[in-house]
């Protein structure tokens, strides 16, 4: 069995009945790094969701196979056991629940709570948080960068075999970009990475094996990571108006 | 039977017991009489003032009617209940009267066997008393006193009768005013001016059968400058195979002083849990209830502070879970006498398998209590459909001069704050338990570690039951 995360043929629509991913299909291999990219609206958040399962959207074709097991209608905390994350664009807050609680419950790998601590404290540093992380609650209070950082310190300690990140990089100043990007490409094991942005910022630090150009709910164009710098250049309205 | 039958009978066993209380069985029959009363007092051989505030207090309860607001008092059938039974009595039931579902949560959540027992009111005593005298011995030191209300009622007649229903009369209400008629057990709480009493006073060490009485009466005292923080109850369930529990709990707080008290109690779920429980304040003295309330049938729980001197604060934090068939009506008074007071009512709410919480709380500022503050919030969580919460707030505000801040919330648990938790891994259940907990925490925090502990344990128990 390939060992990979492959996305075939996916079809979604919205629970009152808006299609939204109109068969995507998508192989992406342990290791390897591919950029989801495409104008607003054109299903790339959907796109992430989806694959985890979120119950707002329903799936009317095509499967999700992780490691040659199919994960396309299993729940999401099983989907997620299996080795599939979800780097949240907008991540969610969760009052009262200590992060390093949290993440610890959330952890495979079962440390003991005082080198847990150290091992949320040092990745902390990395992406330079401001303040001790593990006494506070779940994403609550936190700044926009602080919960975009907060995704990749899960990411980091979590260590997936594939990753989703949508957005990584959104409303990030320069210094939390090249932090989190920092701490993206030292992963160990690197995990098969879907990088979805709109902009391709983060694309400076994170080179993508891979581009994939997203419109209305189909992949129009795939290619290797200097597609990205095309899209610099021209933007995405050749690859709108040539539908 | 009839009325004189009833009443040999009752002699009888009266005086069997008061002449063997360690073997007799004493127990009131079915219903509530004069002689009833008069019989529970002989019985603890109680001075005559003590016999006839509980004859005057018999009169008011029948006199007085039901609450005509909150939750549906008309299943309890005063008639079907036995007022008094000798503690000693407590111990006579077997650990196979307690239920299964109580016992396997015992189980569950970790209760050590002798403990278990205990809790279920069939063991009569267990090691912590070694624990128990150690303390005991440090409180005595300090002048503190800190024994049952009954023995308090012999060794310190004078203190008990000068204090005893002057901060929550007969007349206050139909079930303080049962409680003022029958009362047995509970505790009596002394602290002298100035003592500061370090470690929480536990009703859990006081191992006795008559603490988890359906009629406890409670008093404490802090004298001025004192400090002290009582705890009382368990997590755990209490089985009680009596269908009433009306406590009251008196406490005053002099000048200066800082008392307090800590519950959690967890009824098994036939229980009508109706406690009165209010606390004076005077001058520069603090008072806090934290009052957590799982289980039980209905509890209507409203604990007080009555801000009685300058400067006086007050704080309630109060905490329902509200499970299948189980309505909580719970919440909290701040009574505002004197100037520059401060409350603040903090009320949380978790509803969950079509059971029902309300938040009911009253602040009052009389007129010349100026410059005093309250603050009122309540969050109600609600894990379902079926489940329900409401809020009956009042204010009543006779002085122009104050500040007052109220916040409310009702939230359902969030399908994104489920997703973003399953995403991580995390079953439905465990999700939802972390979010009651971090929902909840607020107020666990305020609790003793081992309370906070048992707490968790439970509240992912009844996730585990209900969602899983």
Known sequence: MSKSLTIFNLKAETLDGKSILQGISLTVKPGEIHAVMGPNGSGKSTLAQVLLGHPEYRVTGGRILLDGVNITKLPTDQRAKLGLFLGFQYPVEVPGVSFSQFLRLAAKEKLSPLTFRQLISETAKKLAFNSDISSRSLNEGFSGGEKKKSEILQLSVLKPKYAVLDEPDSGLDVDALKYIAETISVLKPFPGLILITHYQRILHYIKPDYVHILVSGRIVKSGRGDLADQIEKTGYEKFTSSK | ?468
Not at chain 2, 125 to 132: A, L, N, R
Not at chain 2, 421 to 436: D, H, M, P
Request: aromatic share 10%.
């Open chain 2, 1 to 468: 039977m009839t009325g004189a039958t009833r009443l040999a009978d009752l002699k009888k066993s009266y005086r069997l017991g008061f002449h063997q209380p360690e073997s007799a069985v004493f127990k009131t029959p079915k219903g509530l009489s004069r002689d009833i009363v008069s019989a529970i007092s002989h019985h603890k051989d109680e001075p005559e003032w003590m016999h006839d505030f509980r004859q005057q207090s018999l009169m008011i309860f029948e006199q007085k009617s039901l609450p005509a607001w909150g939750a549906d008092l008309s299943g309890i059938d005063f008639n079907s209940l036995h007022y008094y039974l000798d503690p000693s009595d407590r111990r006579s039931h077997t650990w196979n009267d307690v239920p299964a579902e109580i016992r396997d949560t015992y189980e569950k959540i970790g209760i050590p066997e002798a403990e278990r027992r205990f809790l279920a009111g069939v063991g009569a005593q267990y090691d912590s008393e070694i624990i128990y005298h150690d303390l005991k011995k440090q409180w005595e030191d300090q002048g503190v006193i800190f024994v049952g209300m009954d023995t308090a009622l012999k060794a310190y007649p004078d203190l008990v009768r000068r204090y005893f229903g002057t901060v929550i009369p007969p007349s206050d209400n139909k079930f303080a005013a049962l409680n003022s008629a029958v009362w047995s057990g509970g505790s009596f709480v002394y602290v002298p001016a100035g003592v500061q009493v370090s470690i929480p006073l536990q009703a859990y060490f006081r191992i006795n059968a008559a603490n988890l009485g359906q009629f406890e009466r409670t008093l404490i005292l802090a004298e001025e400058g004192s400090s002290v923080h009582y705890v009382e109850g368990c997590s755990a369930p209490i089985y009680s195979s009596d269908s009433l529990h009306a406590a009251v709990v008196e406490i005053i707080v002099k000048k200066g002083a800082r008392v307090r008290y800590t519950t959690i109690q967890n009824w098994s779920n036939n229980v009508y849990n109706l406690v009165t429980k209010r606390m004076l304040v005077e001058e520069e003295g603090v008072g806090e209830w934290i009052d957590g309330n799982l289980g039980s049938k209905i509890t209507m729980k409203y604990p007080s502070v009555i801000l009685n001197g300058k400067g006086a604060k007050g704080e309630v934090l109060s905490l329902a879970f509200a499970g299948p068939g189980q309505h909580q009506d719970a919440g909290g008074k701040a009574i505002h006498l004197a100037p520059y007071t401060t409350s603040t009512i903090t009320s949380k709410s978790v509803s969950l398998g079509g059971g029902r919480s309300s938040y009911r709380g009253m602040v009052k500022v009389a007129k010349g209590a100026h410059g005093s503050k309250s603050f009122v919030r309540c969050d109600a969580l609600l894990l379902d459909q079926l489940s329900r919460s409401d809020t009956y707030p009042v204010n009543i505000i006779n002085e122009p001069d104050v500040s007052l801040g109220h916040e409310a919330s009702v939230s359902k648990v969030g399908e994104n704050q489920l997703f973003y938790l399953r995403s991580r891994g995390l079953s439905e259940a465990q999700a939802t338990s972390l979010i009651v907990n971090g929902f909840i925490e607020p107020i666990v925090k305020e609790l003793p570690l081992e309370y906070a502990v048992e707490l968790n344990r439970l509240i992912n128990l009844s996730m585990e039951n209900s969602v899983g």
